[in-house]
């Protein structure tokens, strides 16, 4: 499986480089063949990297340039920010095992879920869920779940208000 995974991530590498149109269509094509369940009626930026094939990217979603999206499920319409990192969770990498080397640790991927129509603006990260609607302030590092309607900013994300 690890092969499968590298040989994934190495092509996601290569067609990120791809400029304008042109290089979204190779993208989304590229991640409609090797992923869950990708639309076609996506845009993915230059400089994107999709890093698991674990993902479902629904209708009308934007993905800025330079993001990088790991394990995730995106609801319709939902814009993405330039250099916004969804992470497969927040535990991806065990470090509790003092005599073993951090990056030899297991961790957890955990499926991150975007409600349809939220915003995401540009730097934010992104390790939990979001409910429809929500909108995320720029660099804001969300680690806990928000309901449908969020409005959140910060490090770590804090509820501002709700719409």
């Given at each position: 499986?690890?092969?499968?995974?590298?040989?994934?991530?190495?092509?996601?590498?290569?067609?990120?480089?791809?400029?304008?149109?042109?290089?979204?269509?190779f993208r989304v094509c590229l991640h409609r063949w090797?992923?869950?369940?990708?639309?076609?009626?996506?845009?993915?930026?230059?400089?994107?990297?999709?890093?698991?094939?674990?993902?479902?990217?629904?209708?009308g979603v934007y993905i800025g340039p330079q993001s990088n999206i790991g394990s995730c499920y995106i609801g319709e319409n939902c814009l993405l920010g330039s250099g916004v990192h969804v992470l497969s969770g927040k535990n991806q990498h065990g470090f509790n095992e003092i005599d073993v080397p951090i990056k030899d640790q297991k961790g957890e991927l955990t499926k991150v879920q975007i409600g349809k129509n939220c915003w995401i603006g540009n730097g934010a990260i992104i390790m939990a869920d979001l409910g429809d609607n929500s909108i995320v302030a720029a660099g804001s590092v969300v680690t806990k779940a928000f309901p449908a309607g969020s409005i959140v900013g910060g490090n770590p994300a804090k509820l501002i208000r709700s719409r």
């Open positions: 499986m690890r092969d499968k995974d590298a040989l994934f991530q190495a092509f996601s590498q290569l067609l990120s480089m791809l400029p304008g149109k042109f290089g979204s269509f090797l992923c869950n369940d990708v639309s076609i009626d996506i845009y993915i930026g230059f400089g994107v990297l999709l890093s698991q094939r674990n993902m479902d990217i629904s209708d």
